[in-house]
């Protein structure tokens, strides 16, 4: 049994959100903050049957060392959480309540008690691997156990659910013995915000004669958040992963000025795949740091385009962040729909694992191998699973999504957990019909679609790439969808005879 249920707890993981979101919408609409979370994962049993609850029988190392007599000098109650939001520890009491993994404070030479309490319900446990100390597993809900051992050794450590993939989905958090050293914890490392917003994107074009259209890029190379306490060292077009989605017509005339930060450390230069012309552009936009250049283009086919540096190593600067689309309207426009967002998908490759906190590194081997260490829509870390980040849409209304990959190697297989895409524009051709009614739809490097559907039921849906393990890894974004609930399409409890 307990074995049945550590297999399909990464499964449980994965698709738990599916149905914590779909079902109550009226409490993630808008999504909680932290202390009404707080309030979710309070297990109300714990308060009244407390002695029934514990389970002092399981078996854990710690219980063998003469510590536990010693009066604790720091204790800390933390909260298993599973939610639309993925895992968490959540505090509980004291400074950190309600704050979801907190990080946990001693001296050296402290004796340090941890309380960990099974909230949800799923399988979990807390492990310190520096130390040696693990709750072992707890399976049922309102399951208590506390670690109690001395740390003495200054330093960041981490504490996590070494359930399969719990950590990877967040369960993880740090305990800070003595002062944190340089980089190493989550308030040091901070760099500029270089998400772009899903939802800034140019007007539709709407009626007019073709004309000269004057974009203006700049390559920056910042220093970004790509998650809670971690940055990299990103390369850019205007600040922000994609850069700016540009918007033409047939028959305008793109006149492009390509400009480099004069403290950039590398050249740049722009291949836009709605070019017909050698290297997209890229054989007249090859610019040192502090200099410009300018080439003008007539596109020539209607479509969604991807746009990147072609400066090399090329998939050093893609990966970094230099992608973008450029859409070519067709001289009609295109249909009107409620809400257009503006989506990119991309990899980068770290010498630091998935999860490090503080300034990580680029890693040509790992590029080379194609072994990313983050996927990312909109240039973070589960970027797009932020409230100021998120898509959102009424129900009724018809969602339009830009769609491409920078990559620089993968291909994603994008879905939107929850809905069915009523037109795929297959590999962004709009010159072509639509395909209706398509789960997920294969996007390749350098590649788009444009996709459209009417959400029909409130709640959160996930945008993630179908090769899931990648949701792991930072490849999740929501879109929020607000109205009245419609049990015709979707409720919960049997159907009415
Ligand atoms: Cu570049």
Known sequence: MKATRNMIGLLLAAVFVLSACAGKSSTITPPPTTKEKKTLQQPAPIAQQPAAQVQPSEPQAQQAEPIAQTEANVSYTLVTSSDTYGLAFIGKGGDIDGVVNPTLTAKPGDTVEITVINGDGMLHDLTIDEFNQTTGQMTEKGTQVTLKFTVDQAGSYVYYCAVPGHRQAGMWGTLQVGEAASGTTAQVAQGENVVHHPADIPAEIGEREPQIVRVELE???????????????????????????????????????????????????????????????????????????????????????????ATPSVPHHISNGMYGMILVEPEEGLPPVDKEYYVMQGELYTEQAYGSTGQLDFSADKMSHEMPEYYIFNGSDKGLTKDENVLTAKVGEVVRIFFGVGGPNKTSSFHVIGEIFDRVYSFASLTSAPLTNVQTVTVPPGGAVMVEFRVDVPGTYLLVDHALSRTERGLVGYLVVEGPEQPDIFRKGPANP
């Open 219 to 309: 390559a920056k190379e910042v220093i970004g958040q790509l998650s809670d306490g971690t940055t990299y060292g990103y390369f850019t077009f205007n600040g922000t992963v994609p850069g700016p989605m540009l918007r033409v017509r047939l028959g305008d005339t793109v006149e492009l000025k390509l400009s480099n930060a004069a403290e950039s450390l590398f050249s740049h230069s722009i291949d836009l795949h709605a070019v017909n012309g050698p290297g997209g552009g890229m054989v007249y936009t090859e610019t040192k740091p502090g200099e410009e250049n300018v080439f003008t283009f007539k596109p020539l086919a209607v479509g969604l385009y991807v746009y990147h540096c």
